[in-house]
């Protein structure tokens, strides 16, 4: 199965994890799922996730593959192979953090870590059948973590339950109190988005079985979001990664895709910073009057790997999960099924720094769909 990068075996205890090789670990290279990267020093001293990892007494037992430099989808990697979708395997793992994903699904690990930067946790998530947090923005250290300056990006980890997700967040966020069991049902606004029948379907007989009735809302600017998002994550990759393009050494989706992105404009990332800051209020406005926002974490089933190299072409699937990495809230992609046994993903935010908050009134509507 195509989901190790390399093997590590680093300490001992009662938890395995494993971590997408987009984080340092003393003594190992960082190549970022990239045959451009092959020749990079070993990292000198662990980011800081990882020493928060072993100092709570957990084993590292790997680090995971990716989508080619963490700028990808779908999680193809011809490079090093495509991690294997333990639990849908015609489907494609989702990007970036592929590796990490198929992991938890394959039971390989009690929890890993990925990161999110336009959806990397969220969409494979999703795409694998498992939880995945992206905390708020800024609230776990990116310390160790590549590419070493993002607007956008944050680690979080990857588990079976929201329970684990708790636990791992508690060994990477020192700031991190699970919040008590939700006792009554919290106050809940079903984001107005368009996705496919079979995705809408499944949530709402969820929600349904859940006994929750949801209120619908609309965020003006989700739509500029998502452009905004995708300026911003264009010209830092190309400012972190552009040199490159000229070793010919880059998969060809990932080559492509920087080279549009040298085309972004020190304007446009200053317009897209006002987007930021007027869609951030409105979710902040929403989120005075709700407790969390759900929507679908994808648009749509997730495509078949086969005739999905090229990435460009399913950037879409992004349309739901990118424009909350611009705005930093913490969002939990749930796993749910269709009837058909495909996978969807209920997605669901809230305010910044309530990420504890977040955790509860996930399980709470887990528990309340059982």
């Known amino acids: 199965m195509n989901i190790v990068a390399k093997d590590v075996h680093l300490g001992s205890g009662k938890f395995i994890v494993m971590v997408k090789d987009s984080i340092d670990i003393q003594g190992f290279q960082t190549i970022a799922g990239s045959k451009a990267l092959e020749n990079v020093p070993i ?15 957990c084993q590292i037992t790997a680090k995971t593959n990716l989508h080619e ?29 592929s590796g990490s994903a198929a992991a938890v699904a394959a039971k390989l690990a009690d929890f890993t870590l990925g990161t999110d930067t336009g959806g990397s946790i969220r969409m494979p998530a999703a795409c694998c059948g498992v939880f995945g947090l992206k905390p708020t923005f800024g609230r776990v250290s990116r310390e160790g973590v590549h590419p070493e300056n993002s607007s956008l990006d944050s680690v979080g ?12 967040m508690q060994i990477i966020d020192p700031s991190f109190y699970p919040a008590k069991s939700l006792e009554q049902a919290p106050k809940l606004a079903m984001l107005n988005v ?49 040199a490159l393009t000229e070793t010919g050494l880059l998969g060809s989706d ?64 992004t349309g739901l999960v990118r424009p909350f990495n611009l705005s930093g809230h913490p969002a939990i992609s749930v796993p749910l099924e269709t009837k058909k046994g495909l996978p969807v993903g209920l997605q669901i935010v809230a305010k910044k720094n309530a990420d504890e908050q977040l955790c509860a009134i996930a399980e709470f509507i887990v528990k309340a769909a059982q």
């Open 43 to 57: 990292a000198k001293k662990n980011a800081v996730v990882v020493d928060r990892i072993l100092a709570a007494n």
């Open 69 to 97: 430099l963490a700028f990808g989808i779908t999680g193809i990697n011809s490079a090093f192979g495509t991690a294997i979708n333990p639990k849908y395997s015609s489907l494609i793992p989702g990007g970036s953090s």
């Open 157 to 168: 980890p990857f588990a079976n339950s929201v329970n684990m997700i708790e636990t791992a």
């Open 194 to 242: 368009q996705a496919s029948d079979e995705v809408n379907t499944c949530i709402a007989e969820y929600l349904e079985k859940a006994g929750l009735a949801l209120t619908q809302v609309d965020l003006a600017s989700f739509d500029d979001a998502f452009h905004a998002g995708m300026q911003m994550i264009n010209f830092e990759n190309w400012q972190a990664y552009g």
């Open 254 to 317: 990932v080559n492509a895709r920087l080279l549009k992105a040298s085309e972004t404009t020190q304007q446009q990332v200053v317009e897209a910073e006002l987007v930021k800051k007027r869609f951030t209020q409105e979710v902040d406005d929403l989120l005075n009057q709700y407790d969390a926002l759900l929507l679908p974490t994808l648009p749509q089933i997730p495509p078949s790997v086969v005739g999905a190299e090229n990435t460009a072409a399913f950037l879409n699937l």
